[in-house]
């Protein structure tokens, strides 16, 4: 049961930022504060992966941390057509961590203003090998791999 309100929490935690790109915000900035982790070209595309802690994250967002969130960190994919810079907003992504214990975890990222992302718990010290799978609106699927090192985890 604490699982399922944590995870709805977070649903809703990050479906509220929909709601707030919808309204006019001329005038508004949000500050990030993540650099990114990580970027490649693949197949025409350029992929910019940030990792952001959660707090930060909803801090970001002007939101307190709902408690009994396990997740540590929000993880965000930015897709661009390589040639024009056109944003890629449509389609499906995948993200598998192996952490450095070896086990896994595996999640589908929601499409979000101009990214996809989603909450991993990246709770140890160590190197976290990061692989996205991603399928974008022409159909072709593609994939990008890299490490992160996470050094002071709490």
Do not use: R
Request: proline content about 2%; hydrophobic content about 40%.
């Amino acid at each position: 049961m604490k699982k399922l309100i944590a995870v709805t929490a977070s649903i809703l935690a990050f479906s509220f930022p929909l709601a707030i790109f919808a309204m006019d915000h001329s005038g508004h900035a949000m500050e990030h504060k993540s650099t990114a982790a990580h970027e490649e070209v693949v197949d025409g595309v350029k992929a910019t992966f940030n990792v952001q802690t959660m707090a930060d994250a909803m801090k970001d967002m002007g939101m307190e941390m709902p408690k009994g969130v396990k997740e540590t960190h929000h993880i965000s994919v930015v897709f661009k057509d390589a040639k024009s810079g056109t944003a890629l907003t449509e389609g499906t992504v995948t993200i598998k961590i192996q952490n450095p214990d070896k086990t896994t975890q595996v999640k589908e990222l929601m499409g979000m203003h101009g990214h996809f992302g989603a909450d991993f718990e990246l709770s140890k010290n160590g190197k976290y090998g990061v692989m996205c799978k991603f399928q974008l609106k022409d159909g072709k699927t593609s994939q990008a791999k890299f490490w992160y090192t996470v050094k002071s985890a709490k």
